[in-house]
């Protein structure tokens, strides 16, 4: 799932990348994934980037915080 997230970061920012983005996190949430996971996973690095972290959509910004806050 790191690869597909790298690769959001890449497009600007639309409500289709949203909903790839939200459909990643979602995944991972139902995943069960810990933190320490997402931090051997490389994950943690990319969800703590700005595009992720200062998203202008609130949901996606949350997620991604939620998912590193476990």
């Known amino acids: ?3 597909p997230l790298k690769d959001l970061e890449r497009v600007p920012i639309s409500a289709d990348s949203d909903a790839a983005a939200l459909a990643i996190f979602r995944q991972l949430k139902r995943l069960n994934v810990t933190v320490e996971c997402l931090k051997a996973t490389r994950i943690a690095v990319e969800l ?10 609130a949901e996606v ?3 991604a915080t939620s998912l590193i806050k476990g």
């Open 1 to 3: 799932l790191l690869a």
């Open 48 to 57: 703590n980037k700005p595009r992720w972290r200062n998203h202008a959509t």
């Open 61 to 63: 910004r949350s997620c």
